[in-house]
């Protein structure tokens, strides 16, 4: 360890996702066969239109600084889908492009939040929301959500956890890892309450599009028009145009909340990559069938794995997830079959570890995500942006690692 790190930067932990991808990377490269259900993105490549705009940009010379907040046509656009398709009334200035929706969540919070005030942070969460928390000095407080409300959580619950030092909450809806997603009646109940208490709301809707069966997704804000300066709306293009890696997320907040992040964006990096903000706007501007077939084929993909799992000994999913393209059984019933895994420190640790080692996975190890980094020790995240015949095999490894740690 280097003398020179501060305090914060030797507590910070790596993203816990990104680590078990470098893992089965390197277990791929040395050979070994493995499955990867650990994704965080959709495994479709970015539709055809998109990248033509981005190579129509490149080649028209659109490779200069541009605006910090992003280009003007950028956020018309992302402006025009908040009015209309939100149903969150919008203005270009009161909206931001950021690297990713990582960036947008990090500046809001940077933007927002005190040395010391509270967040409310229901669990499990999406793994970086403590980190970004800490980061800027705030204090995530835990709200622990069970099957029973399907991970969500209720007013019973702000009303214990809520002090004079609360400042904001973070909702994830389609929430990653769990799949859950909040219907109408519960955002207003819930937001209600949190203006009441006057509580900053931070919502998060990166898998706004990949809901199932009919799902009505609600962005918290279109409920309360009135109150609009109490919501910061998060969205990102990498989950429903398949961009993760152009890196182009985008803000929803009160003007002035937008000038400060555009503030820390100018000192920190300037402009989000012209090139891909030219691509974002043409995924806005364009055909909006993509992340239709998107979601018909995650919600294929979701059953099978569901089917699959209720196979599994030991491993409970409880409730189908409502969107995003991940299962988050629980392991509780595996552990209690399992010295192993009882007398282990983190049990979903352990098993995650357990699938990539290959004397024990010796038909073929698997990746996922252990519960752990999302605030539930006694859960897997199974992602299944994969082919279905990934699925069935990398479950199917689930399954005789599974049997392998249960006492004989
Ligand atoms: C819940 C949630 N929010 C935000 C993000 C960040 O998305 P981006 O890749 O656009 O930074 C992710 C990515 O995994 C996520 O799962």
């Known amino acids: 360890m280097s003398k020179y790190l501060n305090k914060l930067s030797s507590k910070l932990k790596p993203s816990a996702t990104l680590s078990v991808k470098s893992r089965a990377s390197q277990l791929k490269r040395d050979g070994v066969s493995v499955i990867d259900l650990s994704a965080g993105e959709p495994d479709s490549d970015t539709p055809e239109h998109i990248k033509e705009a981005a190579i129509k940009a490149l080649k ?3 490779t200069k600084y541009v605006p910090v907040p992003g280009i003007p046509e950028l956020r018309e656009a992302i402006a025009a889908k908040f009015t209309s398709k939100n149903n969150i009334p919008t203005s270009p200035a009161e909206t931001i492009v950021t690297n990713g929706g990582k960036s947008s969540l990090y500046l809001a919070l940077r933007t927002c939040i005190e ?8 669990t499990p969460y999406w793994v970086s929301y403590p980190a970004m928390i800490e980061i800027v000095g705030g204090k995530p407080v835990y709200i622990k959500t069970t099957t029973d409300t399907r991970y969500k959580i ?5 009303e214990k956890h809520i002090t004079n030092k609360t400042k904001a909450i973070l909702i994830n809806s389609p929430s990653n890892p769990t799949g859950s997603a909040y219907t109408k009646d519960e955002l207003h109940a819930l937001g209600s309450y949190l203006l009441e208490k006057n509580i900053l709301i931070f919502s998060d809707e990166v898998y ?8 009505e997704q609600y962005s918290i804000a279109s409920l309360f028009p009135n109150d609009l300066d109490n919501f910061i709306t998060v969205n990102a293009f990498s989950k429903t145009w398949s961009m993760t890696g152009w890196r182009v997320g985008y803000t929803r907040a009160p003007e002035k909340i937008i000038s400060a992040m555009s503030k820390y964006q100018g000192q920190l990096s300037s402009n989000v ?3 891909a903000q030219y691509a974002a706007h043409a995924a806005l501007t364009g055909p909006q069938d ?3 077939e998107l979601k018909k084929s995650f919600q294929k993909r979701m059953n099978l794995g569901d089917e699959i799992i209720k196979e599994i ?5 409880h409730f189908k997830p409502s969107g995003a393209f ?3 059984p629980r392991i509780d019933e595996l552990v209690k079959q399992s010295s192993k895994l009882q007398e282990c420190e983190n049990p979903s640790m352990l098993l995650a570890e357990s699938l990539l080692d290959e004397k024990i996975a010796t038909e073929g190890c698997l990746a996922l995500v252990p519960g752990l980094p999302f605030g539930d020790d006694m859960s897997i995240r199974v992602s299944y942006s994969n082919s279905e015949e990934n699925i069935r095999e990398g479950l199917k490894r689930l399954k005789v690692v599974c049997e392998k740690l249960i006492d004989a």
């Open 273 to 275: 990559n012209s090139i």
């Open 326 to 328: 991940f299962l988050f």
């Open 313 to 317: 000994n030991g491993v409970d999913l």
């Open 290 to 292: 993509f992340y239709e």
């Open 154 to 158: 209720t007013v019973k619950d702000l």
């Open 115 to 122: 040395e010391g005030d509270e967040i409310l942070v229901p």
């Open 60 to 62: 028209d010379g659109k």
């Open 208 to 215: 706004e599009e990949l809901v199932f069966d009919d799902f």
